[in-house]
């Protein structure tokens, strides 16, 4: 185990070093950096390697995270990184961008702030990459069997490397122009620059696996037709049909859905031309909604220029309960706010959305919001003579996601939806059609890189048995 003492040596936890804000609202770049190697080694010698580390139960891909603290203390990397790379395919995405379920179960937490968790990960994660640990790992044999993926999101890469490695010959789908998913187009580069994700494609590539960017399947080539030529298919295709705000003056110029604001940036920073790009400089930005989404809306506003930024979310908490010290929903044990939050801007809560206003010309020029009331049954209604007006140029709607692009699955190959909008699926990850299996954000809803990745590692499992009819692969997680 690390240190056995090293939780009463080293009490306080080292969160991770960052940019300052006047510096990296400059740019694009990660806002985290390196950790000096003894500060890492001093937190991950924290860890009580407890008789239960409930902290194996709490991250969905059962990471072995005492193990690998022990490891950093020793200073022995390579071996930890071998350790991290038995669970997790992609640990330097979740080391940057997962909210850390496992340092919520760190037994440490009960009566010191949780073990750095995270920053073992990326740490490890990034001494790995920069040493060349990390090496393509081809199948040793191939099975003759076929596997199309559809979506190149994390779940889509993990079940597509996971089945690789077994010998199959998989072939992975993607509409949009470069791979990635939401870690390409929805997460900007200041959570996580993208060469990592090339650096993922390029080790799959030279594992065997091919890619088809620009193909939209159900449109450039029918679900059918990849039914028929393939041995099994994974729809891998995410959860991205936006909640909107039916609310008067909707239609007005300047109220945009989240997701078009940062998919449009996202391709200006790779450097694309991204023509009438929808951008917040000089203006007043109001996002709507106060999860992952509006957080990286906030970020990039500010990098913008935005000349100011109002966040509202409903939240039951009450204002007064919030201290400025602890301005926005935060973990009691881990105490920390995503790096948005610590940048600027202001949040507004329990505010209920009236109605957006217009000018002359058709633009938005404020929103009306009022105090939420909560009513016995449950219902939240605007408090009446609570009213008042935000100004606003630029609205972004961040207000989640109501599920899975349902046409062309159901029209061309009978998929069925449940009623939270997702593809149905059994235990097996299978859906109503055989040889079809549905993971990610496509079969469990808007949800979480780490879940992705680890529905990605258990979806393989399932299709090499439906394939070889046993498998030897690792099933992390069952669908929820
Ligand atoms: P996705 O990543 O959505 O990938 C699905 C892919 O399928 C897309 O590339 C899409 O283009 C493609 N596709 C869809 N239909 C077709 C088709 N017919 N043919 C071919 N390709 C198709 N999670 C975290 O853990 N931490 C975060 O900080 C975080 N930040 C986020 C920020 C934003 C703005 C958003 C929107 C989400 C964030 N999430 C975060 C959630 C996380 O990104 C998702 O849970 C995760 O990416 C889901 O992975 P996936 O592989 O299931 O789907």
Avoid at 204 to 218: L, Q
Wanted: overall charge negative; proline content about 7%; some cysteine.
């Amino acid at each position: 185990m690390a240190d056995p003492r090293g939780f009463l040596k080293h009490p306080h936890r080292r969160p991770r070093p960052s940019r300052p804000v006047p510096v990296r609202l400059m740019d694009f770049k990660e806002v985290y950096e390196r950790q000096q190697k003894g500060t890492t080694q001093a937190q991950a010698s924290r860890c009580m390697d407890c008789g239960i580390p409930f902290c194996h139960t709490g991250c969905p891909l059962g990471n072995l995270i005492p193990e690998w603290n022990d490891l950093i203390w020793r200073d022995q990397w390579e071996e930890a990184s071998r350790r991290l790379h038995m669970t997790n395919n992609f640990p330097e995405f979740t080391g940057r961008v997962c909210p850390a379920p496992c340092e919520s179960s760190c037994v440490l937490g009960i009566n010191q702030p949780a073990v750095t968790i995270k920053q073992s990960e990326v740490e490890i994660a990034d001494e790995a990459l920069e040493r060349g640990y990390v090496e393509p790992v081809p199948p040793q044999r191939l099975t003759g069997k076929t596997v199309a993926v559809v979506g190149s999101g994390p779940a889509g890469l993990a079940a597509a490397q996971q089945l690789t490695r077994a010998g199959h010959t998989v072939a992975v789908y993607e509409r949009d122009d470069r791979l990635g998913g939401l870690l390409r187009y929805g997460i900007p580069d200041f959570k996580m620059e993208k060469q990592l994700v090339d650096f993922r494609i390029q080790q799959m590539e030279a594992e065997g696996t091919r890619f088809y960017a620009s193909t939209e399947v159900g449109t450039d080539i029918t679900w059918d037709a990849l039914r028929d030529s393939y041995d099994a298919v994974i729809v891998a295709t995410g959860a991205m049909v936006p909640r909107d705000l039916p609310i008067p003056g909707r239609g007005l110029n300047g109220i945009h859905f989240a997701m078009d604001y940062l998919v449009q940036s996202n391709k200006a920073v790779a450097g694309d031309d991204v023509p009438d790009q929808i951008h917040a400089q000089g203006k007043k930005v109001v996002v709507l909604g106060g999860g992952d989404t509006g957080a990286d809306c906030i970020g990039t506003a500010h990098r913008h220029g935005a000349v100011s930024v109002t966040t509202l979310a409903i939240g039951k908490e009450l204002p007064s309960e919030r201290t400025e010290q602890e301005p926005w929903p935060i973990d009691p044990r881990i105490l920390e706010v995503s790096s948005a939050d610590e940048e600027g801007g202001e949040r507004r809560w329990l505010a209920s959305t009236v109605e957006f206003l217009g000018d002359e010309n058709g633009n938005v020029r404020a929103l009306r919001v009022a105090e939420t009331e909560y009513n016995p049954d449950g219902t939240r209604t605007p408090k009446p003579g609570t009213e008042q007006d935000i100004e606003a140029d630029l609205v972004l709607l961040a207000l989640g996601f109501t599920g899975a692009e349902p046409q062309t699955l159901t029209n061309q190959l009978g998929i069925e939806f449940t009623n939270r909008g997702v593809i149905g699926r059994s235990e097996d990850y299978q859906t109503n059609i055989e040889g079809v299996f549905s993971v990610g954000d496509a079969g469990r809803g808007a949800s979480l890189v780490v879940w992705a990745i680890a529905e990605g590692r258990a979806v393989a499992k399932e299709v090499d048995e439906f394939l070889e009819g046993s498998s030897r692969l690792p099933a992390p997680v069952r669908p929820s």
